[in-house]
């Protein structure tokens, strides 16, 4: 099956793996992958973009700036994101504006749960990810099976808005489709929406 977009082209999601994720495979102490190596990750999402009929563009750095460069060359081209920010996730506010500012939907995706790592070997000190409040989701703590899981969020997520319907207008109806007196209520003014 291939999806598309609306002007009929498949989706492009860009994948970016951040520090260390190079060094997969190879780490001591608890892992929380059966991955033997970075390859057998990206020829994952390879045969998972595949089967979902999208592009994918698979990334891996340790450099920041390069990652940063990877985002501007190549993020206005792209439907979607998966981004393991990996040793960026505490502090990557330039990854996080970057990826903001580029504004295309992203997943943040970790092989383990960083709120229960950062718990336990930093009790005292409140870390937490800066991709976070801007990702469209997040998913973690399923290994590589997460970048599956992700993937098949983030395409169901932008197949959903390319098949959404349009508000038919009617008569007597507003731009979106709601005539007065209809039933539908106005949030309380002052209400969030
Ligand atoms: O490098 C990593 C890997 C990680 O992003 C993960 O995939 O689980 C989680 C991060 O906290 C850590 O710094």
Same mark, same amino acid.
């Given at each position: 099956?291939?999806?598309?977009?609306?002007?009929?082209?498949?989706?492009?999601?860009? +994948?970016?793996?951040? @520090?260390?994720?190079?060094?997969?495979?190879?780490?001591?102490?608890?892992?929380?992958?059966?991955?033997?190596?970075?390859?057998?990750?990206?020829?994952?999402?390879?045969?998972?973009?595949? /089967?979902? *009929?999208? #592009?994918?563009?698979? !990334?891996?750095?340790?450099?920041?700036? /390069? $990652?940063?460069?990877? $985002?501007?060359?190549?993020? @206005? %081209? &792209?439907?979607? &994101?998966? +981004?393991? @920010?990996?040793?960026?996730? !505490?502090?990557?506010? *330039?990854?996080?504006?970057?990826?903001?500012?580029?504004? !295309?939907?992203? +997943?943040?995706?970790?092989?383990?749960?960083?709120?229960?790592?950062?718990?336990?070997?930093?009790?005292?000190? /409140?870390?937490?990810?800066?991709?976070?409040?801007?990702?469209?989701?997040?998913?973690?703590?399923?290994?590589?099976? *997460?970048?599956?899981?992700?993937?098949? %969020?983030?395409?169901?997520? &932008?197949?959903?808005?390319?098949?959404?319907? @349009?508000?038919?207008?009617?008569? %007597?109806?507003?731009?979106?489709?709601?005539? #007065?007196?209809?039933?539908?209520?106005?949030?309380?003014?002052?209400?969030? /929406?």
């Amino acid at each position: 099956m291939v999806r598309t977009s609306n002007d009929g082209k498949r989706w492009r999601i860009g +994948v970016i793996d951040g @520090p260390n994720m190079s060094f997969i495979g190879r780490e001591k102490g608890a892992r929380h992958h059966n991955l033997q190596s970075w390859d057998e990750l990206r020829d994952l999402v390879a045969a998972t973009g595949d /089967r979902l *009929g999208v #592009e994918i563009l698979h !990334t891996v750095s340790n450099y920041e700036g /390069r $990652i940063l460069e990877w $985002i501007h060359a190549e993020g @206005p %081209g &792209l439907d979607g &994101l998966l +981004v393991n @920010p990996g040793g960026l996730t !505490t502090y990557g506010e *330039g990854l996080r504006h970057a990826l903001e500012e580029n504004g !295309t939907p992203y +997943v943040e995706v970790h092989l383990f749960n960083p709120v229960q790592y950062y718990a336990s070997v930093s009790p005292h000190i /409140r870390l937490e990810s800066r991709l976070t409040s801007s990702a469209q989701g997040v998913v973690a703590g399923f290994g590589e099976h *997460g970048y599956v899981a992700a993937l098949v %969020g983030l395409v169901s997520y &932008l197949d959903g808005f390319s098949e959404a319907d @349009p508000v038919e207008e009617t008569e %007597g109806a507003d731009a979106a489709g709601h005539t #007065e007196g209809a039933g539908h209520a106005e949030p309380a003014e002052g209400a969030g /929406r």
